[in-house]
């Protein structure tokens, strides 16, 4: 038989995106009926009515190629964001926009520039074009920007900024973005993720829009996956200056946005009412596990996200399996380089009780309680 061609050095770098583990095999696994995920940030509520409902009639055209250039769901989002549509292009997912940027931007020996941890799609970017990835670590679970600004170079290419960052849940405020800002070289590219922002409360929290009508090289990352719960359907958008758009268009592939997706985003951003409820229930979930995280004598980071990171103060890998054992899936913090640390997505009120429990359940144990 014969044997399959060398994969080069650089893809061998690469480490697959590992997700929360589904529902449905900790179900299989561990011989569960009634099993909640709170591991994947997504959102509890569930996506809009008009989204499903647009979806349905969707349906009935999907033997047919979507729309390649999104002309409905970019006309929508212009509307939305008071921008020319020029300004606009649409993704499967957001992270497909990282993907076309770094296909578009960055070459072999160029330096790409963020922290450590946040989003991993940041250094594939770099690993799949031959880049070399700078990442000095975040202080205090925040984005160290004046560590960024020491090591920015005239290889700088591209800069990645989550905001909120994943997974700490902390945000860039408004003041020292600017200022970072305006150290970049107009040589290299400033990529803002704000995944989260819908979800951030903060008066320090920044507006990026009016960097990329000031003609700055800035690239602002949003998502219908997370406040407008369509994580399912991968769609999300980057707004920057006409001529990045244009270039992530020549490396777009064709038809990238499923008609389904393009519906219910839409519709999604019609329905105002849903975004509102879901910051609600954020905040008052925010307030429930903080509250339970006292109680427990645990520390926590405060988030600006749908997310919380929780330190259990001993390792938390045997914490998150006797959380399995519960049913109830969190993410560990091993895989970020937070040994004792569990990452939560906020639930409902009820799955936020269910967690609480089975944590305070789950420390009790003898066994777990010695490896502490």
Request: aromatic share 8%.
């Amino acid at each position: 038989m014969a044997q399959p061609p060398s994969v080069p050095l650089h893809v061998q770098r690469l480490i697959p995106y590992s997700p929360g583990k589904p529902i449905e095999e900790v179900k299989r696994e561990l011989g569960l009926t009634d099993v909640i995920k709170l591991a994947s940030n997504e959102n509890p509520l569930g996506p809009s009515p008009r989204a499903l409902a647009a979806m349905q009639a969707a349906a009935a055209h999907v033997g047919l190629y979507p729309d390649g250039s999104c002309y409905s769901l970019v006309q929508a989002l212009a509307r939305h964001w008071d921008v020319p549509t020029e300004y606009l292009i649409a993704g499967n997912g957001s992270d497909e926009i990282i993907h076309f940027l770094g296909l578009a931007y960055l070459r072999p020996g160029d330096e790409v520039l963020s922290c450590e941890p946040t989003f991993v799609r940041y250094q594939s970017a770099a690993i799949l074009n031959q880049a070399e990835y700078i990442a000095p670590p975040l202080r205090d679970f925040r984005y160290d920007l004046a560590a960024m600004a020491e090591r920015l170079s005239p290889r700088t290419r591209m800069v990645f900024i989550a905001n909120p960052n994943n997974p700490t849940g902390t945000i860039v405020a408004a003041a020292e973005m600017r200022r970072f800002l305006d150290l970049v070289p107009e040589s290299a590219i400033v990529v803002v993720d704000e995944a989260y922002c819908e979800y951030a409360t903060s008066p320090d929290y920044p507006q990026t829009w009016p960097y990329v009508r000031e003609g700055r090289n800035v690239v602002v990352l949003r998502t219908f996956s997370k406040i407008y719960a369509l994580a399912g359907l991968r769609v999300g958008y980057g707004i920057a200056r006409p001529e990045i758009i244009a270039a992530l268009h020549q490396v777009r592939e064709p038809f990238n946005v499923s008609s389904l997706a393009q519906a219910a985003a839409m519709a999604s951003l019609e329905d105002r009412e849903q975004v509102e409820r879901s910051r609600r229930t954020n905040r008052e979930g925010l307030v429930q596990l903080t509250a339970g995280f006292a109680r427990l004598g645990l520390r926590w980071v405060p988030s600006q996200a749908n997310f919380i990171l929780v330190d259990v103060g001993r390792p938390c890998v045997p914490v998150f399996q006797a959380l399995l054992r519960r049913g109830v899936i969190v993410r560990t913090g091993d895989i970020f380089g937070l040994p004792t640390w569990l990452r939560v997505t906020v639930g409902t009120a009820a799955e936020n009780e269910r967690f609480l429990g089975a944590l305070s359940a789950a420390l009790a144990d003898e066994r777990i309680a010695a490896t502490a």
